[in-house]
């Protein structure tokens, strides 16, 4: 299957700290998703980004889909203690149809 | 608005028993999906379908089988439950085969 790198793994950060998380793959994406996971959920969508370029806002939350269209970006701002799950990133390639391949996830904690 | 409905919400189980994992949802999306997420590999693809009467294997489709006789119910059959089939599993849906996924919260399967 499609590789897809995300990191970092985790991080412990300090509330009001701003966030910066990637996710870089092996071939060319041409969608990029953003999902958030609390434990004992499910994901939940938090950004979708369709264009190479393509910078989207979701409150404290911004994506970005990376120029090369390997890479994407997701950044916090102002971080908050409920911005503490896991962050998933899922891509989508027109080379394995509409199957979305999804990073192993960055685990965030912030410290109030 | 219940979205995805996924039952049961855990279960404990023997080898080699037969067991069915329930998804319905009422977002009449035509595309539905199973996932299974394992520690350090993120959420790997087992079967989709894109419309009812429709289905097609993922990442890692062995030991699994679903059917889609409606729009609504998606389940997933495990013939013969093995240990290595251990996981959380999760329903998704998508109103098009190409559009960002919603999951439900998951069912978490113990294979003893």
């Known amino acids: 299957g499609q590789q897809l790198n995300q990191s970092p793994q985790s991080m412990f950060i300090q509330e009001g700290e701003d966030v910066s998380m990637n996710c870089t793959s092996s071939s060319i994406f041409n969608t990029w998703l953003w999902y958030k996971q609390d434990p004992g959920e499910g994901p939940v969508l938090l950004i979708a980004l369709y264009k190479a370029g393509e910078l989207t806002s979701n409150g404290r939350l911004t994506a970005q889909f990376g120029i090369t269209r390997k890479d994407s970006f997701l950044n916090i701002s102002a971080s908050i203690p409920s911005d503490v799950g896991i962050y998933f990133c899922a891509g989508r390639t027109i080379n394995t149809g509409n199957q979305f391949y999804f990073g192993t996830g960055t685990s965030l904690t912030v410290i109030p | 608005i219940a979205g995805i409905t996924q039952a049961p919400t855990s279960q404990i189980l023997a080898a080699g028993r037969r067991m069915t994992l329930r998804c319905t949802q009422d977002?009449?999306?035509?595309?539905m999906y199973w996932y299974r997420q394992d520690l350090g590999l993120g959420l790997r693809l087992i079967h989709y379908?894109?419309?009812?009467?429709?289905?097609g294997k993922g990442e890692v489709p062995d030991g699994y089988s679903v059917s889609r006789a409606n729009t609504d119910d998606f389940p997933l059959t495990l013939a013969s439950a093995v240990p290595s089939q251990t996981s959380v599993y999760f329903c998704a849906s998508s109103h098009g085969s190409n559009q960002p996924q919603h999951f439900g919260d998951g069912t978490r399967l113990s294979i003893l």
């Open positions: 977002m009449r999306h035509n595309a």
């Open positions: 379908s894109n419309t009812a009467g429709t289905t």
